[in-house]
């Protein structure tokens, strides 16, 4: 699960919105889509290679933080309407809440939900970085490119960075004066 404690608060989905139509099986495979290496973490990739050389059972967990932000990302690219880029955002915004209330929808959020068991983490992993990740993609789908290497440095932050602190956090960094070392070396 990821951390409850930093999610913003939502009203309760209707029942019909919920992930009790899909069935076990189909859980699974869409997991299997999402484990190492998918389509965020292709053979040859730096990541690709920065999760090869993971610990094992951290692979799978690695593998689909890198996904999350893979999708999130692919906004951009894949839709030219704002206002329908601007909806994806906010379901992928709403699913993370989803997925740290224990009602994913999306088989990459199930993968993620199983992240903190697979890493031996006591709490989930927070909700804030996969938001400023959310943050950055709606920056630029505004336009709003940074306007000097500060503001470059703060966004790629937002971004990589947030993925680095994520990451080291299923490594089970806890260490709270480590996690803007991770994020330094992810900008």
């Given amino acids: ?32 889509e999402w484990q190492y290496p998918n389509r965020a973490t292709p053979p040859g990739s730096s990541l690709y290679y920065a999760v090869r050389f993971a610990p094992a059972r951290l692979r799978d967990a690695l593998a689909a933080l890198a996904g999350w932000r893979h999708e999130v990302r692919a906004i951009l690219d894949e839709v030219s309407d704002p206002g329908v880029a601007r909806l994806k955002l906010d379901w992928w915004r709403d699913e993370i809440r989803r997925t740290i ?14 992240a903190p068991k697979a890493a031996d983490l006591d709490t989930g992993l927070p909700a804030a970085p996969f938001l400023a990740i959310t943050d950055v993609v709606e920056q630029e789908l505004q336009r709003q490119r940074p ?21 080291a956090r299923a490594h089970g960094e806890r260490d709270d004066a480590a996690i803007p070392h991770a994020r330094r070396i992810g900008a």
Avoid: Y
Wanted: charged share 25%; glycine share 6%; proline share 9%.
């Fill in 1 to 32: 699960m990821l951390d409850q404690r930093q999610a913003v608060q939502r009203p309760p989905e209707p029942e019909h919105a919920t992930d009790k139509t899909m069935t076990a099986p189909e859980r699974q495979a869409g997991r299997a």
């Fill in 101 to 114: 209330d224990g009602a994913p929808r999306h088989p990459l959020s199930h993968a993620l939900a199983s």
């Fill in 147 to 167: 306007g000097d290497a500060v503001a470059l440095r703060a966004a790629a932050s937002q971004d990589l960075g947030a993925l680095f602190e994520l990451m």
